[in-house]
């Protein structure tokens, strides 16, 4: 199956490293801090003509004692970098949006803090690279395998969860060999009974 190309690598990284200083503030948590980062992703949305979860925005209201200010810090820069109007031309849909909110942010700002997202030449790559993958698309110029390539290169998170993936994929094929070999004793033992 080929995905679809999405916007240029060279044109998201750039977008990045010019993420506006006020993206980078303490977001607004209990009275405290300055950026409102639900209003911020809120506008996003809005202006894709897309309608964000209440409970995205709940999320990253500041008012939720679970989500830490680096996700939400992070979910600022995603913000800004899904301004862009590189995305313009391409189908957008609210959940495949959400989804780089709710699931990849809290797994990037895990790896780090959200200004090496923004600083860092490899982090702000491997952002661009993951938003570009989570949204089923293509860097511009890339071949899906280049692109799976040098996302499994920058990305920590993305090695993560191949490790994960791989380890899942031998536990299976683990079980079934004991199951076999468990099923072939019982036969085993079934014949020379008869016998």
Request: no cysteine; glycine share 6%; hydrophobic share 45%.
């Amino acid at each position: 199956m080929n995905m679809p190309t999405g916007p240029s690598l060279d044109t998201l990284l750039r977008r990045l490293l010019d993420t506006p200083p006020d993206f980078l503030d303490p977001p607004w948590r209990g009275g405290a801090g300055q950026l409102h980062v639900a209003a911020v992703v809120n506008d996003v949305f809005v202006a894709r003509g897309l309608r964000p979860a209440p409970s995205l925005l709940a999320t990253l209201s500041g008012n939720l004692s679970g989500v830490d200010s680096n996700q939400m810090t992070l979910a600022a820069v995603i913000a800004w970098m899904m301004a862009d109007e590189s995305w313009d031309s391409f189908k957008t849909e609210a959940d495949t949006w959400t989804a780089l909110f709710v699931e990849a942010a809290p797994a990037l700002a895990a790896s780090a803090p959200a200004d090496r997202f923004v600083f860092d030449p490899e982090r702000r790559e491997e952002l661009a690279r993951i938003v570009v993958a989570r949204l089923g698309l293509l860097p511009d110029g890339e071949t899906q395998a280049q692109a799976a390539d040098r996302l499994a290169r920058v990305s920590g998170v993305e090695r993560r969860r191949l490790l994960e993936a791989s380890r899942t994929a031998e536990a299976r094929a683990r079980a079934i060999r004991e199951a076999l070999a468990k099923k072939a004793a019982e036969e085993s033992a079934d014949k020379w009974t008869r016998e």
